[in-house]
């Protein structure tokens, strides 16, 4: 029987087994050879609840038709009427009941720079955690979620600009190993699956893995970590067949740590994170005293399956109360003594562990506003951008080839994917408007970074709460879209009023 505990990021403590685990260090292989396997009971991470692993069948609704053709945007800055709508609106999705929420903030971008920014509620509830409440601000931090897999791709990027990764090589030849879905012997696995989410492999009941054991564990029958479910069936071939799935991106993250020979966190602090300017960290621990002093907390009002919208806020994620972790000790709570950056790189969340202020995050807005270029320097190139925006995979009803998860994903790109205005994942209800970026949704966490193409149009939001659950309350599905209602609403806001000038 599984018992959880939460430590944000993955839920740690579980499945008590006793195997034999063969020794890791400086020369895993070499001790592996040297030594007998030796008895070692373990704790497996599970997986932490996340908005596209969600079958959204519960609150099924009517989606309602959009206008036929694409609005035009409304030219110049929003006017002060615009803006003083979007703050009423925003003002009033705070709450403690209903689909209200403990705190959120939004940056919006118009013709190259910022037009608007709102910051409303509480980051830190003192009756929850401790201590005083302390409001959201501009530097208030959260993790985001999936909003993380867009550094993580932008990463991957720079090392195909550098020639260290090609997009369409088989993974195996980065990991030393052969990885293939036994259902496809012969089809290679590529970075590009990967990023696209079409690999074939699948979460399982979990997708992350102590630092001690290697990822290789996850894929590998007979392994205390195997499952059949970790493959997607013979009917869903790779390359062709779309499953949202977040041990892809702990498989990029071994691979970014292969051909760097860095540990993820540690390279892409220094490399993308830096070079967007930010403090941000996939590591709590490495989060400077003032990062962390504005690290806020992720709240619901559940415990376990057992809601209540009447109760108080529960702390879900990061509520460190002050103390921060040690650098020593992993996210899921294991020791990182002996680990060996490419075995793992599950450990650190690389779908969804990025600690990341609003401010920070309009960085990587400005980013993918730019085409890849921050304060005048390229950081991604423009061509590798665009293919990061190109649609690799989209949902043909009549192939069946791929889960939409409830109309919410009609399309994907590499680590970003479309919203599409005519569709049923579009989010304003009376215009039409597309949209590129990426949505996050954990531990009752929702985000998202978005940008209009063809344009210098983007926008971010961060709520930091829920006081329904997702899916099993009818109310927190969307009303005219297959996203839930806080991400309708906070979009179709921002968008109605800053863009459509209303």
């Known amino acids: 029987m599984l018992h959880s505990k939460l430590t944000c990021g993955v839920l740690a403590a579980a499945f008590s087994f006793t195997f034999a685990l063969p020794v890791l260090g400086a020369s895993a292989s070499a001790a592996a050879a040297a030594k007998p396997a030796v008895k070692t009971t373990v704790r497996t991470t599970a997986k932490a609840p996340a908005k596209k692993t969600a079958k959204k069948t519960t609150a099924k609704k009517a989606v309602r038709k959009p206008v036929s053709a694409v609005s035009p945007i409304k030219g110049g800055v929003p006017s002060q009427a615009s803006k003083t709508a979007l703050t009423k609106e925003l003002d009033a999705m705070i709450g403690n009941t209903g689909t209200h929420v403990p705190g959120l903030g939004v940056i919006v971008f118009k013709d190259g720079r910022e037009v608007y920014s709102h910051f409303a509620g509480r980051r830190h509830i003192g009756a929850s955690s401790g201590g005083s409440d302390l409001p959201v601000t501009r530097n208030t931090r959260f993790r985001v979620a999936s909003v993380s897999k867009m550094f993580t791709g932008f990463t991957i990027m720079q090392l195909v600009d550098q020639g260290k990764i090609n997009l369409d090589e088989d993974i195996s030849h980065y990991?030393?190993?052969?990885?293939?879905?036994?259902?496809?012997?012969?089809?290679?696995?590529?970075?590009?699956?990967?990023?696209?989410?079409?690999?074939?492999?699948?979460?399982?009941?979990?997708?992350?893995?102590?630092?001690?054991?290697?990822?290789?564990?996850?894929?590998?029958?007979?392994?205390?970590?195997?499952?059949?479910?970790?493959?997607?069936?013979?009917?869903?071939?790779?390359?062709?067949?779309?499953?949202?799935?977040?041990?892809?991106?702990?498989?990029?993250?071994?691979?970014?740590?292969?051909?760097?020979?860095?540990?993820?966190?540690?390279?892409?602090?220094?490399?993308?994170?830096?070079?967007?300017?930010?403090?941000?960290?996939?590591?709590?621990?490495?989060?400077?005293?003032?990062?962390?002093?504005?690290?806020?907390?992720?709240?619901?009002?559940?415990?376990?399956?057992?809601?209540?919208?009447?109760?108080?806020?529960?702390?879900?994620?990061?509520?460190?109360?002050?103390?921060?972790?040690?650098?020593?000790?992993a996210p899921s709570g294991y020791s990182l003594?002996?680990?060996?950056?490419?075995?793992?790189?599950?450990?650190?969340?690389?779908?969804?562990?990025?600690r990341i202020s609003y401010e920070e995050l309009s960085h990587a807005l400005r980013l993918l506003i730019n085409k890849g270029v921050f304060n005048g320097r390229t950081v991604v190139r423009p061509e590798l951008m665009n293919q990061m925006m190109t649609e690799q995979w989209s949902y043909d009803p009549a192939r069946r080839n791929g889960d939409t998860y409830g109309g919410s994903i009609e399309a994907y790109g590499l680590s970003l994917y479309p919203i599409r205005g005519k569709g049923t994942s579009r989010v304003?209800?009376?215009?039409?408007?597309?949209?590129?970026?990426?949505?996050?949704?954990?531990?009752?966490?929702?985000?998202?970074?978005?940008?209009?193409?063809?344009?210098?149009?983007?926008?971010?939001?961060?709520?930091n709460g829920e006081a329904v659950a997702e899916d099993d309350d009818p109310r927190s599905a969307g009303k005219f879209s297959g996203n839930y209602i806080w991400e309708e609403n906070i979009m179709n806001a921002i968008c109605r009023h800053m863009y459509f000038g209303e």
Not at 252 to 266: A, C, K, P, S, Y
Not at 321 to 329: A, E, I, S
Not at 337 to 351: E, K, L, V
Request: glycine share 12%.
């Open 175 to 329: 990991l030393g190993y052969t990885l293939r879905n036994p259902n496809f012997p012969n089809t290679p696995i590529t970075v590009r699956m990967l990023l696209s989410h079409t690999s074939s492999l699948r979460d399982g009941s979990f997708y992350s893995l102590p630092p001690s054991v290697s990822i290789r564990e996850y894929f590998r029958p007979g392994s205390n970590y195997y499952s059949s479910n970790h493959f997607g069936s013979k009917w869903q071939q790779p390359g062709k067949y779309f499953v949202y799935a977040n041990i892809n991106f702990g498989v990029l993250g071994t691979i970014i740590e292969r051909v760097t020979g860095q540990r993820f966190d540690q390279y892409l602090k220094s490399h993308i994170l830096n070079d967007l300017q930010t403090e941000a960290s996939f590591f709590t621990a490495t989060l400077s005293r003032n990062a962390f002093a504005n690290l806020g907390t992720i709240y619901r009002k559940n415990e376990g399956s057992d809601w209540n919208e009447a109760g108080p806020w529960i702390p879900q994620c990061d509520d460190f109360r002050g103390v921060q972790p040690k650098p020593w000790t």
């Open 428 to 463: 304003v209800k009376d215009h039409v408007m597309n949209l590129w970026g990426h949505t996050g949704e954990a531990y009752g966490l929702l985000a998202g970074v978005f940008v209009v193409p063809g344009t210098k149009n983007g926008f971010l939001y961060i709520m």
């Open 337 to 354: 003594s002996g680990y060996r950056p490419g075995t793992n790189g599950t450990i650190f969340a690389p779908q969804g562990g990025l």
